[in-house]
């Protein structure tokens, strides 16, 4: 029974879909491995992004994220926050002047530098946007979609830093 079922599964087009992966270099997301092991962060407590920010970092378990600027000179490694902007435009108005649909974006400009001043990563502007439609009669189903969209935004900014900062190869 056994062997019956090994010959139908080698028969199967699965071991060659199996092998083609392994040979084409395919291979699952691992955790980032970073240049530093300390980094100071500038982002305010309140920051939502700051916040995913540091637990994404955190959670590799290879970083300690500094955010006391007292204990600035412990960091390897020092995140320059340039900006970090919501913004909501209209885009569309109905007939009777009434907004139809908003645009959102999230912008976040940073850069990474040593303590000594060396520039490990420019000046980088990391910008999203999303458009949604408002509904009078919804106001409060579009407040959650919009915040909902603003969230998703932010960790598509968090992973973008963290593949940046994994990136470094050497300070």
Partial sequence: MQRRAFLA?????????????SGCGFALRKAPNFAFTTLYSGLAESSPLGVALRRSLEATGKVRVI?????MSEAQVVLDVLQDQREKVVLSLNSSGQVREF????????RLRTLAGKELI??????????????????????????????????????????????????
């Fill in 122 to 171: 420019p000046s980088t502007e990391l910008a999203l946007q999303r458009d949604i439609s408002f509904n009078e009669s919804a106001v409060l189903a579009k407040e959650a979609e919009e915040s909902l969209l603003y969230r998703d935004m932010q960790n598509d900014i968090v992973q973008q830093i963290m593949r940046r900062l994994a990136a470094v190869s050497e300070l």
């Fill in 9 to 21: 599964f080698m028969a199967s087009p699965a071991p060659l879909a199996l092998t083609s992966l």
């Fill in 67 to 71: 955010s006391d600027a007292a204990r």
């Fill in 103 to 110: 645009q959102l974006r999230l912008r976040f400009v940073f």
